[in-house]
T-cell receptor, first 114, second 108 residues
């Protein structure tokens, strides 16, 4: 089956620093990848849709200058949380759209900002 | 727009059967997903229904009624490892819109 990886699986950073999270589709090409955020005991919230070779489409209320998304190739999308603050601490999950409608999720990245 | 409604929490006993309901409203229907998510992990795909009726996959079955905007996930012979959140989701263009999820607690 389709496999999506994320790196790192967890990261702790200091307030004010930037953190980059990678999302890779390992055995298929994904023209579209998605970034979600999930706070404890809450549902997945879509942050942005990332299309290879073009600018990401952000959901309402998500700051594009704070959450930088780059989809440089058909197998890699990155999310950079700039000037991170404690309230950005969350579980960040990416997914990649395969040949059909289904999306394949990465294992997630737990970000803790101290 | 889209709207998905499912119960917040449910409790069931090991070995029993549980049905998790989902109602939805969408302007253009392109199927309905069920995902399982264990705490601290990403969602894993369970089922995708496009046509009306029941689809069985081992201990898990999913039902869809497009005319009623209704789906349910049926879990049989519950095991402790089935304790998780179950997310109902519908495609919307390129995106998938998720419900808030139903947290299922299994009692021994």
């Amino acid at each position: 089956g389709a496999v999506v990886s994320q790196h790192p699986s967890w990261v702790i950073c200091k307030s004010g620093t930037s953190v980059k999270i990678e999302c890779r589709s390992l055995d298929f090409q994904a023209t579209t990848m998605f970034w979600y955020r999930q706070f404890p005991k809450q549902s997945l919230m879509l942050m942005a849709t990332s299309n290879e070779g073009s600018k990401a489409t952000y959901e309402q209320g998500v700051e594009k200058d704070k959450f930088l998304i780059n989809h440089a190739s058909l197998t890699l999308s990155t999310l950079t949380v700039t000037s991170a603050h404690p309230e950005d601490s969350s579980f960040y999950i990416c997914s990649a759209r395969g040949p059909s409608t289904e999306q394949y999720f990465g294992p997630g990245t737990r970000l803790t900002v101290t | 727009g889209q709207n998905i409604d499912q119960p917040t929490e449910m409790t069931a006993t090991e070995g029993a059967i549980v049905q998790i309901n989902c109602t939805y409203q969408t302007s253009g229907f392109n199927g309905l997903f069920w995902y399982q998510q264990h705490a601290g992990e990403a969602p894993t795909f369970l089922s995708y229904n496009v046509l009306d009726g029941l689809e069985e996959k081992g201990r898990f079955s999913s039902f869809l009624s497009r005319s009623k905007g209704y789906s349910y996930l049926l879990l049989k012979e519950l095991q402790m490892k089935d304790s998780a959140s179950y997310l109902c989701a519908i495609p919307s263009g390129d995106k998938i819109i998720f419900g808030k999820g139903t947290r299922l607690h299994i009692l021994p």
